[in-house]
């Protein structure tokens, strides 16, 4: 946790930097519609930044669903085989013989 000021910090600082440096108003149009909105440049860029970013997490997000349905599919197969294996694992605690039977294994 520590650790993550010494990225955020410098971060934030510059943001607000530019933020301060970049008050000139520009205008901003939609094409082919007749929206226009007059912003300082610091807004108009961080805006679209935030949008980007925003984006791109969406996209790596969707793109590791298939991924985190696996694991949790493998995850409840997992639950399940281990609830068999303590189920056995009961049944031969509870057997007359508690030593398993050897098993003779022969090569052809």
């Keep these: 946790m520590r650790w993550s000021w010494l990225i955020t910090l410098p971060?934030?600082?510059l943001v607000v930097l530019f933020a301060v440096s970049n008050t000139e108003l520009v205008r901003l149009r939609l094409?082919?519609?007749d929206v226009t909105a007059e912003?300082?440049?610091?807004v108009a860029v961080l805006a679209v930044s935030a949008i980007a970013?925003?984006?791109g997490a969406f996209v790596v997000w969707t793109a590791g669903l298939p991924t985190r349905m696996r694991a949790r599919r493998l995850e409840n197969s997992t639950t399940a085989?281990?609830?068999?294996?303590?189920e056995l694992r009961r049944k031969l605690a509870r057997s007359p013989s508690a030593e398993p039977s050897p098993v003779l294994l022969t090569r052809r």
């Design 11 to 13: 971060l934030g600082a």
């Design 31 to 33: 094409w082919p519609f």
């Design 39 to 42: 912003l300082p440049l610091s």
């Design 53 to 55: 970013f925003l984006l």
């Design 81 to 86: 085989l281990q609830g068999e294996v303590d």
